[in-house]
């Protein structure tokens, strides 16, 4: 089984922890690092997770999410494919990250 996760998912241990919801997710978070560090999953990056990540001004942040990204055994390629799909979307109401649409172009 392949993961991919967002941005917000390898930052969420540093969002406050007394608010359950939060909490639960960090957890989940753990767990499926777990999992993949026990090769029972393979974690996916992409360029755009490494462009979001690159923006992010916390130091201590940045480095986490960079060496989470490093565990990731596959790379999401952008292609022509992708950037018709977002278009598609957007056109169904999502909204684009601008973090995420720049790195689509």
Same mark, same amino acid.
């Given at each position: 089984?392949?993961?991919?996760?967002?941005?917000?998912?390898?930052?969420?241990?540093?969002?406050?922890?007394?608010?359950?919801?939060?909490?639960?997710?960090? $957890?989940?978070?753990?767990?499926?690092?777990?999992?993949?560090?026990?090769?029972?999953?393979?974690?996916?990056?992409?360029?755009?997770?490494?462009?979001?990540?690159?923006?992010?001004?916390?130091? $201590?942040?940045?480095?986490?999410?960079?060496?989470?990204?490093?565990?990731?055994?596959?790379?999401?390629?952008?292609?022509?494919?992708?950037?018709?799909?977002?278009?598609?979307?957007?056109?169904?109401? $999502?909204?684009?990250?601008?973090?995420?649409?720049?790195?689509?172009?």
């Amino acid at each position: 089984m392949r993961i991919y996760l967002d941005t917000s998912v390898y930052n969420r241990p540093f969002d406050d922890q007394t608010q359950p919801r939060i909490w639960l997710e960090t $957890l989940a978070f753990v767990v499926i690092l777990q999992v993949v560090s026990a090769g029972e999953a393979e974690l996916v990056s992409s360029s755009v997770l490494e462009y979001e990540n690159s923006r992010n001004p916390y130091p $201590l942040r940045k480095r986490w999410v960079t060496r989470c990204l490093e565990l990731a055994s596959h790379r999401q390629k952008v292609d022509k494919g992708t950037r018709k799909r977002a278009q598609e979307l957007e056109k169904e109401g $999502l909204k684009a990250n601008r973090c995420a649409a720049h790195s689509l172009r």
